[in-house]
């Protein structure tokens, strides 16, 4: 399984950006769906969830700027960012979890999301 995140780049304080992960390798309209984020010198943290129904989850942070979304017959999660914050700043990756329990085991090489104040 091979998952590969894009639409990273750079925005002004208050811009948006929308992320595209696409699996390959397998059918991921089974898995659970995560998008995490590293910002420098801090730890990774969950941004949010999709699973195979679609039922979603959200970091307190993110909550009402931002949405996941998948589409199965793309075999592609997305993650609309809006308002987007200096804070927001870090390395996205998009995640997978094949079995159902959201332990992530399969992991996209990140993209880069700077936001400027």
């Known amino acids: 399984v091979q998952l590969q995140a894009s639409g990273g780049g750079s925005v002004q304080a208050g811009g948006s950006l929308r992320l595209s992960c696409v699996a390959s390798?397998?059918?991921?309209?089974?898995?659970?769906m995560g998008w995490y984020r590293q910002a420098p010198g801090k730890q990774r943290e969950l941004v949010a969830t999709?699973?195979?129904?679609?039922?979603?989850h959200y970091a307190d942070s993110v909550k009402g700027r931002f949405t996941i979304s998948r589409d199965n017959a793309k075999n592609t999660v997305y993650l609309q960012m809006n308002n987007l914050q200096p804070e927001d700043t870090a390395t996205y990756y998009c995640?997978?979890?094949?079995?159902?329990?959201?332990?992530?085991?399969?992991w996209g090489r990140g993209t880069l999301v700077t936001v400027s104040s």
């Open positions: 390798g397998t059918t991921s309209s089974n898995y659970i």
């Open positions: 995640a997978a979890d094949p079995g159902g329990s959201y332990m992530f085991i399969y």
């Open positions: 999709i699973s195979s129904g679609g039922s979603t």
